[in-house]
């Protein structure tokens, strides 16, 4: 099939399956954060914000992710290395708790593999002035909830899942029907983690920070005082934080502030939270143009 074929075959269908994933999983959270808030309990207008700009990520994000996989395909033939073959049925094989090992296989292998990535390049997002005009729109969120979890820009997405799907695919090779398994528990599994510690639910799980993500600790990295920057960037296992220092482990009333102040307000439109950020790297950009411009004519 063709690019364009796979893309509208993709798109064909799709909106109502999105939606119900979007939405129903969130109805738990939302009912828990409006019962024990931290601070004031999110506003509705908030959730139906950050459910139109995620329903449209993942459309417009859709075409830069199809590419991954196709041009991944088409690089493997010429790699100098053998992507490293994996297989969970010889786990499955163990007697007892073979099953619920190859199940936990599936779901922390991919997961160990997408957050090495994904530390890294979240890092890279905070430090780079044009990168972080797309990745701030998900930290101007002044009420983080569970609907937050998805408010990302769509080429923040779209970077994102082109060189988690790019990458590992040149280095672990697994059976097709595994792959797909591996794949949908993984995803299954950061879905519900990623809603759950964006929610503002006032809970306090310190047996659990050090192993997962939790509300608490992820709050901290959306927390608006400067003196909680850069920390925290870990999608689900805070073992690369603690790793590379930039664990904050919260105290029992640590629960601050969300947001980016008075310096970048959430947008008030779709238009503003997809198509402002991409003004705003154009005006990064737009004085180099003119002093490149001006000293080709000197």
Do not use: C
Not at 68 to 85: D, E, H, T, V, Y
Not at 227 to 241: C, E, K, M, S, T
Request: aromatic letters at 14%; charged letters at 15%; glycine letters at 6%.
């Amino acid at each position: 099939m063709t690019f364009i074929q796979i893309l509208l075959s993709s798109l064909k269908g799709m909106f109502p399956e999105v939606l119900i994933l979007s939405v129903a999983p969130l109805i738990p959270f939302i009912v828990a954060e409006q019962i024990w808030p931290v601070g004031k309990a999110p506003r509705f207008r908030g959730y139906g914000m950050n459910i139109v700009i995620s329903l449209s990520t993942v459309y417009l994000s859709l075409p830069l992710g199809i590419a991954a996989a196709l041009w991944n395909g088409q690089l493997r033939p010429f790699l100098p290395w053998k992507p490293l073959s994996l297989t969970f049925h010889s786990i499955g094989a163990v007697p007892f708790v073979g099953p619920g090992l190859e199940l936990l296989a599936m779901i922390f292998v991919p997961l160990v593999l997408h957050d090495l990535w994904f530390y890294w390049s979240h890092r890279i997002e905070h430090r780079v002035p044009a990168l972080w005009a797309f990745h701030r729109i998900h930290h101007s969120d002044e009420r983080i909830n569970t609907s937050t979890w998805a408010r990302d820009h769509f080429l923040q997405n779209s970077w994102r899942s082109f060189f988690s799907i790019f990458t590992l695919g040149l280095l672990v090779d697994l059976d097709l029907s595994e792959a797909g398994k591996a794949a949908l528990y993984s995803q299954m599994f950061l879905m519900a983690l990623s809603m759950f510690y964006h929610s503002a639910i006032r809970i306090r799980l310190s047996w659990l920070d050090r192993v997962l993500v939790t509300p608490q600790v992820h709050r901290i990295h959306h927390a608006v005082d400067p003196v909680y920057h850069n920390r925290n960037f870990a999608d689900a296992l805070p073992i690369f934080d603690i790793l590379f220092g930039t664990f904050h482990r919260p105290g029992r009333e640590e629960f601050p502030a969300t947001g980016l102040g008075q310096e970048f307000p959430p947008p008030r439109s779709l238009w503003s939270a997809q198509f402002g950020p991409l003004i705003a790297v154009w005006r990064m950009l737009l004085p180099r143009r003119r002093t490149r411009h001006v000293e080709l004519r000197q």
